[in-house]
């Protein structure tokens, strides 16, 4: 059985450089750029940051459940956060071929309606605490507050009315991030959660 085994393997094995030798150099340059030093080429790989925390160290149960919710919440909120920051950079990049500020003007009423329609069953979903938690992931990915992005696209009233909307609930639409302070547990897990470990 071992014998053959082996066997299989090298047959992978040299099917595997046969194919990877019959690619184009064009391809592989797609897939892993090159480096060309003193007459050697060496092929480079650009890999992601990848952060290593120490174990928090949770000494009762009601802390075990607050990191455990803390988790749950940030990978609920976090896709929502980066779609906003998508759409935000689509939508200003779409306005700009547009001609004038009335063009303007409907397309972004017409975005409204349109995520508000979209969107509006997953938000009545999420909790009081799920919602603080994406004002200041979108300040994290957008790197302006919920508050400023409503008053460039709506104007000063309409971004003054949703803040204090938002102020009935005991949230803010002006809250920043702050990984270093407050937010620096949230961090941690945005940081994992972005990097597949959780």
């Not at 935000?88 to 017409?110: C, F, G, N, S, W």
């Not at 790197?143 to 949230?171: D, E, H, P, T």
Request: hydrophobic share 45%; proline share 4%; aromatic share 12%.
């Amino acid at each position: 059985m071992k014998p053959i085994f082996i066997a299989c393997l090298l047959v992978a094995v040299a099917l595997f450089s046969f194919e990877t030798e019959a690619q184009t150099a064009a391809f592989q340059d797609s897939i892993a750029p090159y480096l060309i030093q003193d007459g050697d080429t060496v092929r480079t790989l650009v890999l992601r940051d990848i952060y290593i925390y120490p174990s928090i160290a949770r000494t009762s149960h009601s802390q075990d459940a607050q990191y455990q919710k803390l988790v749950r919440d940030v990978k609920k909120t976090l896709p929502y956060a980066k779609l906003i920051y998508n759409t935000l950079i689509e939508t200003y990049e779409y306005m700009i071929t547009l001609p004038d500020d009335k063009a303007r003007e409907v397309h972004i009423k017409q975005m409204e309606d349109d995520l508000w329609v979209q969107y509006k069953p997953v938000l009545k979903k999420m909790t009081l605490s799920q919602g603080k938690l994406l004002i200041r992931l979108i300040d994290r990915e957008c790197n302006q507050s919920s508050y400023y992005i409503l008053k460039v696209y709506l104007g000063s009233f309409r971004a003054a009315f949703w803040n204090f909307f938002a102020g009935m609930f005991g949230a803010s639409l002006k809250t920043e991030w702050d990984p270093d302070g407050k937010d620096a547990a949230a961090e941690k897990v945005c940081q994992m959660v972005e990097m597949g470990v959780i």
